[in-house]
């Protein structure tokens, strides 16, 4: 195992500083710095500017976020910061994103269920972003979003409390939202989940891209576009739970 990884494990010398802190706190942090180091390695960073979210189980209202100026593939358990919805640092040092608290603070307190939030500029999921008809449901990766996916328009750099309640509103209770121009917010039950659901998001905005225009394609009918988003999502919030296993020993072979 190396350094990155030693740095993970629930019993390194790495955690001393930090003080007391939960286990079920300590299992997030590895598991949400496991999702940064393998949103890396997928090329879905973008500089310093984009962040992924876990809430704290018996923390009602806590949750971690990356400090503001690190990469993606400097992010570790013990360098996350830890959070409220109001945007105050409760442990760890800042600074956070600004744009970032205003996200992730509206969909955590707004979505109870949201336990974690990506918000990702990934190349291939803003170039559908653009397009007027949206994510198309073409393949089996896009079914999986079937009127599970919302839609947000461009307003600029910074989030207002207005804006934060359109987007709010918008996002309603979908796993996803394509932020037009700007990027998308994908919601799981677990770190798990959500990084699955962003992985399928990626395949299926790349899969449209590739098939070119998005006149004359192949368009599944309603019902066989329900019945198959209801056979994808039979295993409810256990989605990702299989795969991450495997997720993770990308990293750890990396």
Known sequence: MNTLLDQFSMNTTAWAPMGPISKQEKQVRIDLATAYQLAYLKNWDDGIYTHISAAIPGEDGAYL???FGLHFNEITPQNLV???????????DGPVNQTGF???????AARSDAHCVFHLHVDSVIAVSVQKKGLLPISQHALRFYRDMGYH????????SQEQTSLITNLGNKRAILLHNHGSIVCGASIQQAFYLMDVLDKACKIQLLAGSTEHLIIPDDEVCQLTYRQLCSDGDQEGKLEWPSYQRILINY
């Open 65 to 67: 976020l990356n400090q």
């Open 82 to 92: 830890k959070v409220n919805i109001d945007g105050q640092i409760l442990s760890g």
């Open 102 to 108: 205003a996200i992730h603070g509206a969909v955590h």
């Open 153 to 160: 328009p461009y307003q600029g750099l910074a989030l207002s």
